[in-house]
Each structure stands twice: as structure tokens, then as C-alpha cells.
């Protein structure tokens, strides 16, 4: 027989490592409810246009990395990239923007990019992320990235820095544009391919080219907060004042552009000090053309996204507790015939009370089910043997201090509830 391997660049999640995923998602869901952020699911695929002009057709995303593919009737589809071009997609067809309380939404799930596999980089990743659409006030920018270092500080994490630039809006950064052209042309034979191509198009991709000598070149260009006109200023002023009212620390890293087209005035990343080269643990920006651009009404936006595997990663680096694994209750032994005919129904009734129950199938001797019991980690034992059944007892033990005691076996389950 042929054993099938998982594909190359995805993993499994397995069933000892869940929880910790559980874990950082109940903290990211905890978060969305304070800043009242409601979550949208949409489909993992979509049609490939509406990536590629939202995304962009210059970005690395939608150039090299995407899993497109057509269906039996040839329909071109595509495995989401990223999570805005169908939240924004969503919006326009379901006219989010119009209704009330349906404007910051939330998402998590799995994205896909034909990327080559490195440690915390996959083919098949999970993000989770915020869209805020409505307003273009930058008190919503700071909001945004509010959240975010709130769902950071609440999973425990302490070695980050929050890094924020503006990138202008289309008043303004056509002529930086301009300026970083002038300022790359001489180098032109220098640089990579890819910045080679994407000069003309959109260079300020060339500000965060992973290339070395690209980057060289990168950190002495000219800066696009010289280029900002009076109101992406203002704007980026204001944001800066509410971060510091809110007592979020940033540094100003004007050669943060964001690897996606759609972006306009305030982008950021949190980044990880910790960790070598990848080590961005969420990236967001604002995008006020995109629902526009997608045939939406003039609706601005910002949002951010993040990896839950470099998330996890740097917790794990920090040596910050995920919880506990799951673990049951408690684990029913059951000895002889008339308790083993009765375990069924009892533990329906533990179930039904909301305790978290488990038994071995299989095990006979009431040593092989205390292992069980053991090896399974659970809170408390019960010990049902014929005779307790029949004078209505049932011995309960406590796994932690070994503590026994015999109860009543019709006031188990009012003895249990008071426990969990
Ligand atoms: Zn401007
Ligand atoms: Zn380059």
C-alpha cells in the first residue's frame, strides 16, 4: 500500500498542538468583541481577477505566488492570497457600508501562496486580521493599531516594536514616485530583476526589496515623509498624537511600504525583535481607493493581518504559556457487569451536566483503566464497582492529591457540578 504524504509547505495541525491555537484564537476573538468587531468568513477561493486587481499586478503575490487554477467550467479561480481583496469584495456585493454595525469585521483562516518553504513560511498559512472601513479620521488608524498591540500585549508577547510610515495619498506620492525613480535610475543595472521590472509601475516596491543590494540602496533613498502635502502630514501627525495618548510606543521606519498595491497614507508593522529576517508578526495600512477601485461606493479602509505561525513562533520564543491541553473532567472506571451495562447512561447524564467525561472502551482490570485515566490526565476518577451500584455509592478520586472519597451515586453529578 502507498502511504500518502502531506503536500510539500503545508502541515498538519496536530491534535497535542491544537490548544495552542485555540488558545491564541480565543484571545484574538476576546479582543474583537472589546473593539466590537464583528467576523465575516468568505470563501478560501474566489476569482482570480479579484486578486489581481486589488492585490495588484506588480506584487509578488499575484505575480509568482498564487495557486490559480479553472474549474470544470473554466471558470479562473483563485486560492485566497490574503484576506482584504474578499472582505472588500464582500462589502461591495452585501453593502456592508451601508448597514449599521457591519463595517469592522474580522477574519481568521487558512491563506495560500506558492512560496518557497522556510522555517515559519508555508504554502498553506493561517492569518487572522481586522478590516475597519467608514471613516478616514486617523483616530481610526490608531484604533486599528490599537487592536492589534492589544491582542500582542494579551498574548504576552513583549519584544516587539511597532514601526509606522505614511506613504501619501495620490495628491502627493506621484511626485516621491518621481523622486524615487530619478533616485534608483542611475543604479538601474545594479538592482534585482524584479525592481528592475517594477521601476516604472510602482517603485516604491523597491523600498522593500529583500534583494542586499537592493536594500543598500533602499536605505539611502529619499524618504517619502519629505514628499507628504499638507493634509497626509496633518494626518499622519494626528495619528502619531493619538498613539501617544494611548501609550503605544512606535518608531517612524519610512521604508515600510507594504508589499500590496492598494495602499495609501498610514502603513505599520509590528516586528518581532527577537527573530532573524522574517520577522514581521503583523502588517496593516490603510487603503481609501480599494472599495472604489472594486466598484464599491468612496468607502476608506484600514486594516492589518498576521500569521498565526510567527505569532506562535515567537511566543514559543519567549517561553509564553498557551494554557492547557485539553483534558477531561473525569475518567469512569467501571468493574463488573451490571456497572460496565450501567456506564453508558451515566456518562450521558455527566455529558448533559456539562462535565467532561471519558472511559477506556476496552479495559477490563481496574488497574489498565486507572493507567488510562492517568495517561489521560483527568482532573478526578470515579470508581463504580457492582456493589457500589447496588447500595447507590460511587467513589470519587482526586488525581492531584489522591484525596478519596465514597458518595452518594444519585448526588454525583450536584457533587461534580460544584467542582466545574
Ligand atoms: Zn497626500
Ligand atoms: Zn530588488
Redesign the pocket.
Known sequence: MTKHKIPRGTYDILPTESYKWQYVQNIFREVAKLYNFKEIVTPIFETSALFERSVGDTSDIVEKEMYKFSDKKGRILALRPEGTASVVRSLVENNLDLQPNSSKVYYMGPMFRYDRPQKGRYRQFYQYGIEYFGSENPLVDAQTIAFADTFLKKVGLKNYNLEINSIGNSNCSDDYDQALVNYFKPHLNE??N??QRRIEKNPKR?LD?K?KT?KSFAVKAPSMLEYLDEECKIHFEKVQEYLTKMNIDFIINPLIVRGIDYYSQTAFEFIDTNLGAQNTLIGGGRYDGLVKQMGGRDVPGIGFAGGFERLLLSMEAESISFGEEQKPNIFLVTLGENADEFAPSLLAKFRANGIASEFDPDKHSIKAQMKSANRINADYVLILGDDELANDKINLKNMETGEQAEIALSEIIAKLKEKF
Do not use: G, P, Q
Request: aromatic letters at 0%; proline letters at 0%; glycine letters at 0%.
Open positions: 538592482l534585482c524584479d525592481c523597491l526589496c534583494n537592493c
